[in-house]
């Protein structure tokens, strides 16, 4: 009895046990490549984007070749944006709506077509081309902007998907007319209370005025008490880059809710060019902090489902230990009767 009660235990913990969730990595392969086809206006070594060297009303074509791996015809969207630059710190070429400051230029309006939609055979691959006219007044520093290229998503598949992950490639397009050096000359903001993914954050407005590409900027953030030099958060980032001319919020995440009172905001930029520090002092009162906290996942202790899943297993298993001991002491009192 006593090897029937253990066997009785062992099978009931391992169909538990089997129940228990996986850890699925679920990958999509990349089924289309896409490749600039380098023009004869191309300067510099890096052939993976257009660097190009234009003049007054200068018309070019830009050709780009996609090739299409997947097993049926597939759609592609093709859409050229003004470059600008994303609360990350990073070059971005996916926002249709930015536009340049202090720029009579937008990269955008120098296309011909800002959107266009294409069909390629399975197996097969096409050349585009993206018509482009440099301005009429001549101008310093670089014009960058980028075109994105997307596979057009099957409405039936996104039907059966609770999440929509959509790959697409970015080739930047940088237009220029001559060497002059630009002196960089980043600016400092307000600053604002934020929510990042329903977690409290604090964010400065940052702005890159000049017609040049700020690269490998390293920062640090960092939140004291107004008037205090003991740091309440400080994070550090490197390998920013900011495009030329936009305007950008760079953030800092609190870990924790908002609490009343005054503060100060720094965040140091530095690059091979340059140092520059913007301190804002900023407020947070009580009304403010208890409407913020209320939405975000800071206001509790945070408990992933793993844990309750832990929690639960340990309870099941105390719970079958207690019957097999139980049962193991049943069985000797019967034994000891006999």
Known sequence: MKKKSILLFLSILSIFLSLSPTIAKAEESIDFTVKPQITGSQIGDNNSYFNL????????????????????????????????????GIVDYSQPSV???ESKQQFSDLVEKREQTISIAS?????????????????????????????KQDDKDDSKKM??????????????????????????????????NKRNAVQMLVKNPQPKVMKQVEGTFTITKK??????????????????????????????????????????????????????????????ANTLNKKSVDEAPEHSSWLYIIVIMGIVILILLLI???????????????
């Not at 003004?82 to 990350?88: F, G």
């Not at 959509?166 to 934020?194: H, K, R």
């Not at 953030?251 to 503060?263: A, C, P, Q, R, V």
């Not at 139980?326 to 034994?335: A, C, D, S």
């Open 99 to 101: 536009k340049s400051i």
């Open 227 to 288: 008037g205090q030099k003991t740091a309440i958060v400080q994070e550090k980032r490197n390998g920013m880059s900011f495009a030329p001319n936009s305007e950008f919020s760079l953030f800092t995440m609190l870990n924790d809710k908002f609490k009343s009172g005054e503060y100060t905001y720094t965040i140091k930029l530095v690059n091979a060019e340059g140092t520059w520090t913007f301190s804002e002092d900023f407020s947070i009162d009580q009304k403010e």
């Open 53 to 88: 060297r234009t003049s007054s009303e200068k018309k070019e074509e830009l050709p780009i070749k996609i090739t299409n791996y997947a097993n049926k015809t597939s759609e592609y969207i093709v859409s050229v944006n003004s470059a600008t630059t994303n609360m990350n």
């Open 123 to 151: 197996g097969e691959e096409k050349v585009i081309y993206i018509a482009l006219t440099a301005p009429k007044n001549s101008f310093d520093g670089v014009i960058l902007g980028g075109i994105t290229i997307a596979k």
């Open 163 to 196: 999440i929509k992950n959509e790959f697409q490639y970015a080739i930047a397009v940088q237009l220029s007319e001559n060497d002059q050096d630009i002196t960089p000359n980043l600016q400092g903001g307000p600053v604002q209370l934020t929510q990042i």
């Open 324 to 338: 097999l001991g139980y049962t193991l002491w049943k069985f000797q009192q019967v034994k000891k009767e006999q």
